[in-house]
């Protein structure tokens, strides 16, 4: 049997090109240095709009097929970050992309935010208590920026943390499991503010305006950042696997802008919010690996001793 790395995370996105966005350098850094990183992708991004006018036919409103073709970008992302383990929860297309909050989409049948809770998260279940990740990252409450998809991901990832968990549940399932750490993706809004003041100072012009501070999802106070993950040595592999996202983001160098065209800048030092576990660090002092203060992990399933 092959050896499983002992470092195990688990990132759980809304659609193809979040992870990059994201956690693109993060995801680089450790797949880089031997720990088993793991995406798992809610949906397809089907409603997604499109940037390169010669691929615009693939929109939901013309002929369809940008579900499929994000699978192509998805998997183009992941091999310039290095990542090899990367799923769709409960298989590609089982849950569509709900569209913008407030449109008929989030209604449509098979539309993840009009998934049952738990029927979703079972999905991720089996996959945490086979892998049996250290470490979880997805977003906040609110899912950055209130789109049903990314609160429906957070939902379902924390969900499903906490069945892994419970010995009571699927018992089928695979022996429970705990994540040692939980965090949420987020961005420290003095970090956002000096980036956007950069943005504004060397646009040059390749995008017609610039996105606000607030339009960057995740951004808070910086007291509320626990853990900071440098991974400005894989800024080449981040732009990359955003460029490999090409119907939905446009790179600039340092910037990359969505459909709506309004630059924003790359952070290729990556922000999160420990909100489950013990944080590995000193006291008021961020950590810099997400998996400090682990305890010595326990062989995965299959790893050789
Ligand atoms: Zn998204």
């Given at each position: 049997m092959k050896d499983v790395p002992a470092r195990r995370l688990l990132l759980v996105h809304a659609h193809p090109d979040d992870e990059s966005i994201n956690n693109g350098a993060t995801m680089a850094r450790y797949a880089a240095e031997g720990a088993h990183v793991a995406l798992v992708t809610c949906t397809l991004g089907e409603e997604g709009e499109v940037i390169p006018p010669g691929l615009a036919h693939l929109a939901a409103d013309r002929d369809g097929g940008l579900g499929a073709h994000r699978i192509g970008e998805l998997a183009a992302a992941m091999r310039e970050l290095g990542v090899t383990d990367h799923r769709f929860l409960g298989g590609p297309g089982r849950f569509r992309d709900s569209g913008?909050?407030?449109?008929?989409?989030?209604?449509?049948?098979?539309a993840f935010w009009a998934a049952g809770l738990d029927e979703a998260a079972g999905h991720l279940v089996g996959v945490i208590r086979s892998l049996r990740p250290q470490v979880l990252i997805t977003y906040d409450p609110d899912g950055g920026y209130g789109h049903p998809d990314h609160i429906q991901a957070h939902r379902v990832a924390m969900r499903a943390a906490d069945l892994a968990a419970d010995p009571s549940y699927g018992t089928g399932a695979g022996a429970p499991h705990t994540i040692a750490k939980v965090y949420w993706n987020r961005v420290p809004r003095s970090v956002a503010e000096e980036a956007f003041a950069r943005l504004r100072d060397t646009?040059?012009?390749?995008?017609?305006g610039i996105a606000a501070v607030d339009d960057v999802p995740g951004v808070v106070d910086d007291a509320r950042i626990t853990t900071e993950i440098d991974g400005s040595a894989y800024a080449a592999a981040k732009t990359a696997a955003m460029r490999a996202h090409a119907t939905q983001i446009a790179v600039d160098g340092p910037f990359f802008a969505l459909s709506n065209d309004l630059g924003q800048p790359v952070f290729t030092t990556e922000y999160y919010e420990l909100v489950r576990g013990a944080p590995g660090?000193?006291?008021g002092v961020r950590e810099h690996d997400l998996f400090a203060g682990v305890p010595e992990p326990a062989p995965a399933p299959g790893a050789q001793t």
């Amino acid at each position: 049997m092959k050896d499983v790395p002992a470092r195990r995370l688990l990132l759980v996105h809304a659609h193809p090109d979040d992870e990059s966005i994201n956690n693109g350098a993060t995801m680089a850094r450790y797949a880089a240095e031997g720990a088993h990183v793991a995406l798992v992708t809610c949906t397809l991004g089907e409603e997604g709009e499109v940037i390169p006018p010669g691929l615009a036919h693939l929109a939901a409103d013309r002929d369809g097929g940008l579900g499929a073709h994000r699978i192509g970008e998805l998997a183009a992302a992941m091999r310039e970050l290095g990542v090899t383990d990367h799923r769709f929860l409960g298989g590609p297309g089982r849950f569509r992309d709900s569209g913008m909050m407030g449109t008929e989409q989030n209604h449509r049948p098979g539309a993840f935010w009009a998934a049952g809770l738990d029927e979703a998260a079972g999905h991720l279940v089996g996959v945490i208590r086979s892998l049996r990740p250290q470490v979880l990252i997805t977003y906040d409450p609110d899912g950055g920026y209130g789109h049903p998809d990314h609160i429906q991901a957070h939902r379902v990832a924390m969900r499903a943390a906490d069945l892994a968990a419970d010995p009571s549940y699927g018992t089928g399932a695979g022996a429970p499991h705990t994540i040692a750490k939980v965090y949420w993706n987020r961005v420290p809004r003095s970090v956002a503010e000096e980036a956007f003041a950069r943005l504004r100072d060397t646009a040059s012009g390749a995008f017609p305006g610039i996105a606000a501070v607030d339009d960057v999802p995740g951004v808070v106070d910086d007291a509320r950042i626990t853990t900071e993950i440098d991974g400005s040595a894989y800024a080449a592999a981040k732009t990359a696997a955003m460029r490999a996202h090409a119907t939905q983001i446009a790179v600039d160098g340092p910037f990359f802008a969505l459909s709506n065209d309004l630059g924003q800048p790359v952070f290729t030092t990556e922000y999160y919010e420990l909100v489950r576990g013990a944080p590995g660090g000193d006291d008021g002092v961020r950590e810099h690996d997400l998996f400090a203060g682990v305890p010595e992990p326990a062989p995965a399933p299959g790893a050789q001793t």
